[in-house]
């Protein structure tokens, strides 16, 4: 997303800090007994769009209503026993961080909040068991509070729109694949221009999914456009995957040396290329994407015709015929699926326009190991910081505890988790200093509810500023939070310094002992992050060999493309090794899949099984010999084909080759953790 213009930037800031103070007031008005609750649920839901807040605050909701009815039945089991209770709740913790680790975006949330909430109910449950019940409304009623402020303030008074942002996101992405189409085939069949921008086209369309599922709680008509707004991204990957094939197949037929074939194609790919805009001009909306579907549709016959009349004037060799008849295949494949992307993107301008094809859900990477570490991580945090609470009885000890559940859970997947860890202990810092300041030498000076608002007004409005920059958001928010945290907000105040020190503290040494986790449970050698994508990368291989063919292509793309933004995201020393990998394996899944989705008869399946169990082997135990057992399966199902094929399974030759030539160029695939140097070194030696 783009950064925001100051003036949004101070709309945000006022906005934000107008449903602090309305949350707090009312708390203060309805006597609950933590008002700082609702303050900083205010801060951690706070969003520049209304669409945001309302996704953020629904599954808040969720996850609180879900943590609290745990907390009341740990209590209810476990009141006579708080050791036991304290495991139990360590035990739910690591469920929730192992939940918040496999899913994405807001249903992560929706499990961080189970935890966090179950221990900020639970803790000071524990201490006086009888006030179980009347704690557990007191702190959901805050936090709804805080919810409903902000959501109402956020839809009210200058709402920020998402749709708008969203429909501009999907305008673009349209705009720039049709000019990078066109740029593609424009140039004869050159791999480096997929190189320089494959990165951009493999990984971005991932960005609509997020948009599309928060747009939808703010607009109705967001909402009826979202499952053709799904089958756009789906469609967008299988485009691109389809170009990314097209651009290896003609890198494979120039080292080959196969100018006769790469000439006899000139012609009608310099055709394609013009027909990718109508009169040189790209569609700026899905309002002037309906002539360009016309023109898609009276093209696809015409250049099956140029393909036919093309192979048969033209003097080839075997191999040239079979190549050619090979990019034809996918140069046909590529007009079919830039007609449905495009219909699909037309579509989006009738709202009441139903699709007619069933909109895959996008399927993104997940990691049972990466869970389960997770899961584990945060046990043992929580187990950590209960024993030492028993051990000393500090009063703050179920503090440190719930803040390390937060960071548990917040930073499970994040890219740099220490670096996170210590911008938020920048923050907690600097808003333990502030929160000192105001307890201690401002609000004394200050009386009434007036007073307070005035006197919080230039610290939140400095955690709000930074909260609202992308580079120092987290640690912005970490200020806000331990300002509110630390602060005893109360109707009667009590200016205690050493309460507030106590406070500050817990959470510091929360985080820190958080942090010590992370850096004990985690892959931070370049080698065994290495391993991790690679085994991965393959994993996704083996799946796509084996996996039900039911939405396998939409699978397999979205999957492969998130792992790859992960490598971006969280490994970037490894992206010049790893990114022609992972397009490898883009490129080779597509292969298999096709074959699996042109085997419509059960001869044509039991005729391919053999073969792709022995490649699925061969993947999640890589080897030399088994890559050698899966070339050599593959060869023999294509002779056997090629020599008497039914008409059901001729379909199947054209990835059946493809997928012969990736797995003869890329000897990796057989020692994939070995150097580059020695896989190329033995390949030579053999």
């Known amino acids: 997303m783009n950064e925001p213009t100051p003036s949004l930037r101070w709309l945000f800031i006022g906005k ?33 769009q209304s669409g945001l807040i309302i996704a953020k605050g629904f599954y808040r909701i969720l996850g609180t209503s879900v943590g609290s009815l745990m907390s009341v039945l ?3 089991l476990c009141a006579q026993n708080p050791t036991l209770f304290l495991c139990a709740l360590s035990l739910w913790v690591g469920l929730c961080v192992a939940g918040a680790a496999w899913f994405r975006d807001f249903q992560a949330y929706a499990f961080m909040l189970a935890g966090y909430t179950a221990c900020l109910i639970g803790f000071p449950a524990i201490q006086n068991p009888d006030a179980t019940f009347s704690l557990a409304i007191n702190r959901v009623s805050e936090i709804y509070i805080g919810i409903l402020c902000t959501a109402i303030v956020g839809d009210v008074l200058w709402p920020q729109r998402l749709t708008p942002q969203l429909v501009q996101h999907v305008r673009q992405q349209y705009r720039d694949l049709l000019a990078f189409l066109q740029q593609a085939v424009a140039t004869p069949l050159d791999h480096s221009i997929q190189d320089d921008d494959a990165i951009h086209f493999v990984v971005r369309i991932l960005e609509l999914e997020p948009l599309r599922a928060a747009a939808i709680f703010e607009d109705p ?4 456009r979202s499952d053709r707004l799904r089958l756009f991204s789906a469609d967008f990957m299988r ?19 196969q100018a006769a074939a790469l000439a006899a194609l000139r012609p009608i790919i310099d055709s394609l290329a013009r027909e990718m805009s109508v009169q040189g001009h790209i569609p700026q909306c899905a309002a002037e994407a309906s002539p360009l579907l016309r023109q898609l549709a009276s093209f696809r016959p015409w250049l099956a015709q140029r393909l036919l009349d093309a192979g048969q004037r033209q003097t080839l ?22 007609f449905d992307l495009t219909a699909t993107y037309a579509s989006l301008l009738d709202r009441r326009h139903r699709p007619t094809r069933p909109a895959p859900r996008l399927n993104l990477f997940t990691s049972r190991g990466d869970a389960l570490v997770a899961g584990l991580r945060a046990v043992l945090t929580m187990l950590a910081l209960n ?13 440190a505890a719930t803040i390390a559940c937060v960071a548990c859970a917040l930073f499970a997947t994040a890219p740099q988790p220490q670096r996170a860890v210590l911008q938020m202990g920048l923050g907690f810092g600097l808003g333990l200093i502030a929160a000192t300041l105001l307890n201690l030498i401002v609000l004394p000076q200050l009386s009434g509810f007036g007073g307070l608002a005035l006197g919080l007004f230039p610290f939140i409005t400095f955690g709000l500023w930074l909260a609202s920059r992308p580079r120092s958001a987290g640690l912005g928010i970490a200020f806000c939070m331990m300002l509110s945290n630390a602060l005893p907000v109360q109707n009667l105040m009590h200016y ?68 790859l933004r992960l490598i971006l995201q969280r490994s970037p020393t490894l992206v010049p090794e790893l990114l022609p990998r992972a397009l490898t394996v883009l490129e080779l899944g597509d292969a298999v899949i096709e074959m699996r989705l042109k085997a419509d008869s059960a001869q044509a399946r039991a005729a391919l099984r053999p073969a792709l169990t022995t490649l699925a082997d061969a993947l999640q135990r890589p080897r ?63």
């Not at 008509?221 to 009826?224: A, M, V």
């Not at 024993?387 to 000890?397: E, L, N, R, V, Y």
């Not at 030399?624 to 084909?641: D, H, K, W």
Request: glycine share 6%; proline share 4%; charged share 15%.
């Open 16 to 48: 934000t800090f107008l449903a602090a103070i309305l949350a707090l007031f009312i708390s203060f008005r309805l006597q609950l007994a933590a008002p700082s609750t609702a303050l900083v649920t205010v801060f951690i839901i706070a969003q520049p």
């Open 221 to 224: 008509q967001s909402r009826l």
């Open 624 to 686: 030399p010999e088994g890559r050698q057992q899966a070339t050599q399966a593959l060869t023999a199902l294509l002779r056997q084909l090629s020599a008497s094929a039914p008409e059901d399974l001729t379909p199947l030759l054209p990835a059946l080759r493809r997928a012969l030539h990736i797995l003869a160029d890329t000897p990796w695939l057989g020692a994939p953790e070995k150097s580059d140097a020695y896989v190329q070194g033995e390949a030579h030696a053999a």
């Open 317 to 338: 060799s075997a191999a040239e015929a079979q190549d050619f008849a090979d990019v034809g295949a996918l140069l046909t494949r590529l007009i079919d699926e830039l």
């Open 496 to 563: 205690d310094g050493v309460l507030l020190l106590n406070n500050g503290l817990s959470q510091l040494l929360g985080l820190s002992v958080a942090g010590v986790a992370f850096s004990l449970l985690q892959r931070s050698q370049t080698a065994q992050q290495r391993r991790y994508y690679l085994r991965h990368l393959l994993a996704q291989l083996a799946e796509a060999c084996r996996g039900h063919r039911r939405h396998q292509p939409h699978r397999f793309d979205a999957r492969t493309r998130d792992l």
């Open 74 to 76: 740990l209590i209810a």
């Open 387 to 399: 024993a030492f609470w028993i051990d000393t009885a500090w009063p703050q000890g179920g503090g």
């Open 239 to 257: 485009l691109t995957t389809t170009l990314h094939t097209l651009q290896q197949m003609g890198r494979r037929m120039r080292a080959q040396g």
